[in-house]
């Protein structure tokens, strides 16, 4: 009979956890900053969450969709627009993906090669699956075979699954949060058998020491790509933006992005045109840790149903500590410092909004004249709105 192996205990699976905050304080733009810091120890705790659902609970024989990213679950700026769910796979299985689709502007299906675990630069995506090239039935339902090889006994629908895969991750984009429905996704590996085992304690130690791993790497990344962009002197001022090393090449989207900075007496007043064909554009904002900026109960975010363009076509918005009473405010959430990013997806165009910093007094000076006033109560009525629609997406 073989030695029982010995495995870790709860106190060790702390000790791996504990240096990970040293690291990661370190990293921060002023580490004695007090609320820095403990911003940054809740996005470890979300983030040793998100790690829990995808690499412990789940499992790439017996997979399901959970939630990768979300107001709870917030690191690397996820899109509120955006709906995140994640399942580990293996390349060499076979996998059936089987739902309805929904009312959503798109879904798209990321297969992965890897994501925060094992390296701390993650590979590009190996390709995107947009869910709109399916067969839909007239109920809304469709099905999907992915395997390296289509067997020659399936006639529906079918991906290639690359053998290097290690995960699927589902987006799908609202832009009507209160009305648009969700797709919904299941997921089964066809080639085991259909009654799961008990995991064994081995491969279960295995799966959590890879959590500190994925701490550590799923906020690294982004405190650096931020510390990057202010080093470029990025501030106050767009650039592409590009994370095809990230999403892969095949993902449609144009991203720009910039370091903001703001006083409380400041506004920044953002302008551009919009593509004569465009899928979906929005605009974010995000803190110094790269979290979005609390869409649920601000209006953080504006996308191209949500924003109001001016009689010219453009649209201005205008960020401000303090509501400067006009229809596209964005809400930096009391940050002076943070993150805006511009994405325009599926677009004939990707246009380069302008930005100017002003004084918030002189904010009407910078608009249209006929750009509406919003009142404290219309505001008041719009947020209530929003925090509706963002709770009625599909996030847990």
């Known amino acids: 009979m073989s030695p029982t192996p010995t495995l870790p205990e709860w106190k060790d699976y702390l000790a791996r956890w504990a240096p990970v905050a040293d690291r990661l304080v370190a990293r921060l733009r002023d580490p004695a900053d007090v609320d820095d810091r403990q911003e940054l120890y809740a996005m470890m705790l979300s983030a040793l969450a998100g790690g829990h659902f995808g690499l412990v609970a789940n499992d790439p024989d017996y997979p399901e969709f959970v939630p990768m990213l979300s107001q709870a679950l917030n690191f690397a700026a996820p899109v509120p627009d955006f709906v995140y769910t994640y399942a580990p796979i293996r390349g060499g299985g076979t996998y059936r993906l089987a739902g309805h689709r929904g009312t959503t502007l798109f879904c798209f299906v990321t297969v992965s090669e890897t994501y925060f675990t094992r390296t701390d630069k993650p590979k590009p995506g190996l390709v995107n ?103 470029k002197k990025i501030v106050n001022r767009f650039e592409v933006t590009d994370y095809s090393g990230f999403t892969g090449s095949s993902w449609p989207q144009v991203y720009l992005e910039t370091v903001f900075e703001i006083e409380e007496d400041e506004a920044l007043v953002i302008e551009t045109e919009i593509p004569e064909k465009v899928r979906y554009w929005s605009f974010l904002l995000a803190d110094e840790l790269f979290a979005t900026i609390d869409w649920n109960h601000r209006q953080s975010s504006l996308n191209g149903h949500q924003a109001r363009l001016d009689t010219d076509g453009r649209f201005r918005a205008v960020l401000s500590h303090r509501d400067p009473g006009v229809p596209n405010w964005l809400d930096p959430g009391g940050w002076k410092r943070g993150v805006i990013q511009n994405r325009w997806n599926q677009a004939s165009s990707a246009p380069c909004p302008s930005m100017k910093k002003i004084k918030l007094a002189d904010v009407r000076q910078h608009l249209p004249k006929d750009t509406p006033v919003v009142t404290p109560a219309e505001r008041d009525r719009a947020l209530r709105l929003r925090r509706m629609g963002a709770q009625m997406r599909r996030k847990w």
């Open 129 to 231: 699956y947009d869910l709109d090239t399916l067969t839909i039935g007239d109920d809304g339902r469709f099905e999907v075979l992915l395997s390296a090889e289509k067997p020659a006994d399936w006639k529906g629908d079918w991906w290639v699954l690359d053998p290097k895969a290690t995960n699927l991750g589902v987006r799908h984009a609202a832009y009507d949060w209160l009305n648009e429905v969700d797709p919904r996704m299941t997921i089964e590996r066809l080639d085991v058998p259909a009654q799961r085992p008990r995991p064994k304690a081995a491969e279960i130690a295995e799966r959590m020491e890879e959590i500190a791993q994925w701490m550590e790497y799923s906020i690294q990344h982004w405190l650096i790509h931020i510390e990057e962009t202010r080093e």
